[in-house]
């Protein structure tokens, strides 16, 4: 520990020396300033840390293995991290939170199935896309909706559930709720949305394909509508302006290029 501790404290000598230095000269251009503040920050073993602002309850993108969060975004997250240097950290909030935290720079990247959208652009940039996702309807067996255009036809007077800023949240807005073709119901989780359902409060959730999936693998009498309400591109956020979006992309481009990307969605995700 005093080794390292001794080691931090010389390189950063070193960057104040090499500072002054060029200060007393006119100053140095800010690249090489930065690869100078690199070279020290790499002597001294530390890492740049990477924080993705995440809601963990989107499997198999973001969801809880024990303490850790685990899923298809967070193993890109790592791979992205790794290949640009950085310590990942991963912070779990709610859904509605994740934009705001990275376009106040409390974040650095924001992934959570995010689908980009012209309101979401309005406050953050967004990546490439990664992957594609799925807007399907989840209801009980047996219930009285089995067809998804039922939701949108004149007379509908259904119950829908949500998670609040969500995809889902968008298209039922303003496909029933303002269309007056139903009342729309919002959660913070999409576990607490599955228990208004399986509790009769809402008729269906709009949501995406493969956490609806996941709960209908593990919880009793859910189903899946069989006709997809949506499909949609999922990316990554930054803020707006943000230095690390051009480096994500160029990351992003190389992990599809190497097969890593679809690597990670073929460990959770099986083709059907």
Same mark, same amino acid.
């Not at 359902?197 to 959730?205: E, F, Q, S, T």
């Not at 009793?220 to 690390?244: C, F, H, M, Q, R």
């Given at each position: 520990m005093m080794k390292k501790q001794l080691k931090s404290i010389f390189a950063g000598a070193m960057v104040l020396t090499m500072?002054?230095?060029?200060?007393?000269?006119? %100053? #140095?251009?800010?690249?090489?300033?930065? @690869?100078?503040?690199?070279?020290?920050t790499e002597e001294s073993g530390e890492k740049d840390t990477?924080?993705?602002?995440?809601?963990?309850d989107f499997p198999p993108y973001e969801f809880y293995d024990g303490q850790d969060i685990v899923g298809i975004d967070a193993e890109v997250a790592q791979a992205i991290a790794d290949k640009l240097g950085y310590e990942l950290e991963i912070e779990d909030m709610s859904f509605d939170s994740i934009i705001p935290s990275v376009a106040s720079g409390k974040?650095?990247?924001?992934?959570? &199935?995010?689908?980009? !959208?012209?309101?979401?652009? +309005?406050?953050?940039? /967004?990546?490439?896309?990664?992957?594609? $996702?799925v807007q399907v309807v989840l209801t009980k067996e047996g219930a009285k909706l089995t067809d998804v255009a039922a939701l949108t036809k004149e &007379?509908?007077?259904?119950?829908v559930g949500v998670q609040t800023a969500s995809v889902g949240d968008?298209?039922?807005? $303003?496909?029933?709720?303002?269309? %007056?073709? &139903?009342?729309?119901?919002?959660y913070t989780k999409y576990g607490? #949305?599955?228990?208004?359902?399986?509790?009769?409060?809402?008729?269906?959730?709009?949501?995406? @394909?493969?956490?609806?999936?996941? /709960?209908?693998n593990t919880t009793? %009498?859910? +189903?899946?509508?069989?006709?997809?309400?949506? !499909?949609?591109?999922?990316?990554? &956020?930054?803020? +707006? %302006?943000?230095?690390?979006?051009e480096k994500v992309n160029t990351a992003l481009k190389e992990l599809k290029e190497d097969g890593t990307i679809q690597s990670i969605v073929d460990k959770y995700i099986t083709a059907e």
């Open positions: 500072a002054a230095a060029l200060a007393g000269c006119g %100053g #140095a251009p800010a690249e090489e300033q930065n @690869k100078e503040d690199a070279a020290a990477l924080i993705m602002a995440t809601s963990a974040a650095d990247i924001a992934m959570a &199935g995010l689908t980009v !959208n012209e309101e979401r652009k +309005k406050s953050v940039d /967004f990546t490439d896309s990664y992957a594609t $996702g &007379g509908a007077n259904h119950t968008v298209l039922a807005t $303003g496909d029933i709720e303002e269309a %007056g073709l &139903g009342t729309v119901e919002r607490d #949305a599955v228990n208004a359902l399986l509790a009769d409060k809402v008729d269906c959730i709009i949501m995406d @394909k493969e956490p609806a999936k996941s /709960f209908v009793e %009498g859910l +189903k899946v509508l069989d006709t997809d309400y949506t !499909n949609e591109d999922y990316a990554i &956020g930054l803020a +707006k %302006g943000s230095e690390l979006t």
